[in-house]
C-alpha cells in the first residue's frame, strides 16, 4: 500500500466526461485526515500510521483515548484506521492527508461496513429458490428445507446456508477508478458504488490489482 485515507460517503450523482458520457459515482468526504500516531519497527515490530478523521468533542472521548490523542497531541478524532505503508518516513505525528493525495485516473479500493438488513430468511440472504405453492407443498414456499442428515452425522455442519443476521459486514470493493478530485472542498468522486449508507465511514486505498 502507497497511500490512503479515511473519508465519509455523501451518496451517489453522476458527471459527465469529456465525450458527454454519463459516468455514475459516489461522492466521498475525504480527509482531512491528521497522522494520531506512527509505529515503527523498532517500538512495535512493523511500520505504519494511524490517522484520524471526524472532528470529536472532548466530552465524548473515554479517558485511555484522551491520553492517546493528547500524547500525539492530536484533537479528539471520531474514526481511527491504520495503514500499513511500504514508505512510512514521509509523515510524522500531525501531518495532514488531504483529497489531493489521490488523482483522477487512479485505481483504488474502497472499504466500508455494508448496510445492515437484520434478521433475514434463506431466499433474501442466499438467492434460495422458492417451492411451489400448489400440490400440496404447505406453508413452506419460503422455507429452507432439510438441514441436516439422520442418525449420522447427527448434527448440521457449520457453515450451512441458514436464515440469519444479513449485512453489516466489512465489505472491500477493488479495482474502482477516481472520476474527479474536489480538494479544495476534500471531495472524491469514485466511478461505480462504494459499501455502506449515506454517511458511513469508507477507507479508500491505493488498489493492489493497479
Request: proline fraction near 5%.
Amino acid at each position: 500500500m502507497q497511500k490512503g485515507i479515511i473519508g465519509r460517503k455523501i451518496g451517489m450523482t453522476q458527471i459527465f466526461d469529456q465525450n458527454g458520457n454519463v459516468v455514475p459515482v459516489t461522492v466521498v468526504e475525504a480527509g482531512p485526515c491528521v497522522v494520531a500516531q506512527k509505529k515503527t519497527v523498532e517500538n512495535d515490530g512493523y511500520a505504519s500510521i494511524q490517522v484520524g478523521f471526524g472532528d470529536l468533542k472532548p466530552n465524548k472521548v473515554n479517558k485511555p483515548m484522551k491520553g492517546h490523542f493528547a500524547k500525539g497531541d492530536v484533537a479528539p478524532k471520531r474514526a481511527l484506521r491504520e495503514f500499513r505503508l511500504e514508505n512510512t518516513e514521509a509523515y510524522n505525528v500531525g501531518d495532514l492527508i488531504k483529497a489531493d493525495v489521490f488523482a483522477e485516473g487512479e485505481k483504488v479500493d474502497v472499504t466500508g461496513t455494508s448496510k445492515g438488513k437484520g434478521y433475514a430468511g434463506v431466499i433474501k440472504r442466499w438467492n434460495f429458490h422458492r417451492l411451489k405453492e400448489t400440490h400440496g407443498s404447505g406453508p413452506v414456499a419460503r422455507h429452507g428445507g432439510s438441514n441436516g442428515a439422520c442418525s449420522s452425522p447427527s448434527r448440521v455442519f457449520p457453515g450451512l446456508k441458514m436464515a440469519g443476521h444479513l449485512g453489516a459486514e466489512k465489505v472491500t470493493v477493488q479495482n474502482l477508478t477516481v472520476v474527479k478530485v474536489d480538494a479544495e472542498n476534500n471531495l472524491i468522486a469514485i466511478k461505480g458504488a462504494v459499501p455502506g449508507p449515506n454517511g458511513g465511514i469508507v477507507v479508500i486505498r491505493d488498489s493492489v490489482k493497479a
